[in-house]
């Protein structure tokens, strides 16, 4: 249940997405280099030796239903019980009251909505804060939003999550490509799988992991970004590829195992929908 990670008083936005999870593959050795350029991060153990495998999480969101839900309190959905109330006594007393209240129910569901954006997100999983904390968080590298207010908000509450703004576009057979101000940054594609993977613990156990953001020099934050495949929500495997762009090359990413002129086939790979998501207030980040 929602309850049992955030507590309602952490939870400050609320939306449901609908997006794609790829992990791409990359060397540990270069990504344990990248990191300890941030901080003393460290790769929960996966294989052994040279050939110890790691990933980078990209994440492509369409988020719809955006809303400020602070405290936990959903202001949309209370506007529209309070608008339903006042109909029943307004019809019953003086006749049509969705003439009274249908406009401010619009007007205060604008207010607390936010119109839906696309957001790509980098990061990388199963992330220790030093050998003494045993805890698994994901990293976020970065951000490309096109919404001004959602950049704004991460910079604002102090985040870390580095968002930029940018474009994105898509294509028939499941192309998108994001640009920002200096350039290409990331084009790729993504079609369903013929297998009809049904076991999607994996991605649960991913989402999971509290997120970390930079938030200055050897300074970190950490939230939660509380969601999961339930029943209401659609997910289903797919195959994917995808290629960085010469605005990528600022987040200085390792080098994408089995890529060819920069493309790199991915690892697993969701596509899902209709996924109701909580995020928590962002805490400086004090390790265990």
Request: include cysteine; charge should be positive; charged fraction near 20%.
């Amino acid at each position: 249940m929602m309850g049992a990670i955030l507590r309602n008083y952490d939870i400050v936005s609320g939306a449901s997405i609908d997006g794609v999870y790829l992990e791409v593959p990359v060397r540990a050795a270069a990504l344990e280099r990248k990191l300890k350029q941030l901080g003393p991060f460290l790769l929960a153990p996966r294989g052994r030796g040279a050939g110890r495998s790691a990933c980078l999480i990209l994440e492509l969101w369409r988020i719809v239903q955006g809303r400020l839900m602070p405290a936990g309190v959903d202001h949309r959905a209370l506007s529209t019980t309070w608008a339903d109330a006042l109909d029943g006594l307004a019809r019953h007393f003086i006749g049509d009251g969705k003439k009274l209240w249908g406009p401010l129910t619009r007007s205060l569901n604008d207010v607390f909505c936010v119109a839906p954006y696309y957001e790509l997100v980098i990061g990388v999983p199963d992330v220790r804060f030093g050998s003494s904390d045993p805890s698994l968080y994901t990293l976020v590298l970065g951000m490309v939003t096109d919404s001004r207010l959602a950049r704004s908000l991460d910079w604002w509450s102090g985040y870390g999550y580095q968002k930029q703004l940018g474009g994105f576009s898509f294509g028939e057979a499941g192309e998108f490509q994001i640009d920002v101000d200096s350039g290409p940054f990331l084009r790729g594609a993504v079609k369903r799988a013929r297998d009809a993977a049904t076991d999607f613990s994996w991605l649960d156990a991913r989402w999971r992991q509290p997120l970390l953001g930079c938030v200055g020099n050897d300074s970190f934050s950490v939230s939660r970004l509380q969601r999961a495949i339930t029943r209401e929500a659609r997910c289903h495997a797919a195959t994917g590829w995808v290629e960085l762009g010469a605005a990528a090359s600022e987040l200085s990413l390792p080098h994408l195992d089995g890529s060819r002129a920069g493309r790199a086939g991915s690892g697993r790979v969701a596509l899902y929908s209709g996924v109701t998501t909580r995020i928590s207030t962002p805490r400086r980040f004090e390790p265990k």
